[in-house]
Antibody, heavy 113, light 111 residues
Framework: QLQLQESGPRLVKPSETLSLTCTVSGGSININDFFWGWVRQSPEKGLEWIGSVYFNGTSYNPSLKSRLTISADTSNNQVSLKLKSVTAADTALYYC??????WGRGMRVTVSS | EIVMTQTPLSLSVTPGQPASISCKSSQSLVHTDGKTYFFWFLQKPGQSPELLISQVSNRFSGVPDRFSGSGSGTDFTLKISRVEAEDVGIYYCLQTKQVPPTFGQGTKVEI
């Protein structure tokens, strides 16, 4: 059974970069066959697709594109998220997803000074 | 972006009774490849969303047959033939026809 585990700082200061890593176990990251990426959830915006990575590149939510980098490290079985210049609006529960079947348990990240 | 609108936003049901949730999209979800990129998820309390149905009506592996999806174009429905206690949570619809994929606001189902 594929398992996804998010990790990273739970508290990030405004204007800094939010960095999360998703470590996959129970199988390999196969970006040739599946889309991998991130979804976040907040009371204000509900469920919001952040972006994805596939063998032929990345796809980002236009609302986040200028600040966002998603990448896959197949040798370490990890997917990463970097979101620059964060504000309080980026406070959310961040999920790693192998779209759309497998979800991590989510990691709550708060943006605050 | 495509806006997904669910109704109702909350639903109180009696075990053994049917339930129905509607989701409407702001534009057709039929792709040029002929497929309709529409999903239903259930987020149980304290858990991550779990996939129930893909492409309008295809139940995912292990999903009980009391769940059924229907619809076309812009109007979609999730039906539970006989609600059980384990069905409580928030149901979300999702379109992936167009980037960005967008979710409905969610329908909270309570017993």
């Amino acid at each position: 059974q594929l398992q996804l585990q998010e990790s990273g700082p739970r508290l990030v200061k405004p204007s800094e970069t939010l960095s999360l890593t998703c470590t996959v176990s129970g199988g390999s990251i196969n970006i040739n066959d599946f889309f991998w990426g991130w979804v976040r959830q907040s009371p204000e915006k509900g469920l919001e697709w952040i972006g994805s990575v596939y063998f032929n590149g990345t796809s980002y939510n236009p609302s986040l594109k200028s600040r966002l980098t998603i990448s896959a490290d197949t040798s370490n079985n990890q997917v990463s998220l970097k979101l620059k210049s964060v504000t309080a609006a980026d406070t959310a529960l961040y999920y790693c997803v192998r779209f759309w079947r497998y979800w991590g348990r989510g990691m709550r990240v708060t943006v605050s000074s | 972006e495509i806006v997904m609108t669910q109704t109702p936003l909350s639903l109180s049901v009696t075990p053994g009774q049917p339930a129905s949730i509607s989701c409407k999209s702001s534009q057709s979800l039929v792709h040029t490849d002929g497929k309709t990129y529409f999903f239903w998820f259930l987020q149980k309390p304290g858990q991550s969303p779990e996939l129930l149905i893909s492409q309008v009506s295809n139940r995912f592996s292990g999903v009980p047959d009391r769940f059924s999806g229907s619809g076309s174009g812009t109007d979609f429905t999730l039906k539970i033939s006989r609600v059980e206690a384990e069905d409580v949570g928030i149901y979300y619809c999702l379109q992936t026809k167009q980037v960005p994929p967008t979710f409905g606001q969610g329908t909270k189902v309570e017993i």
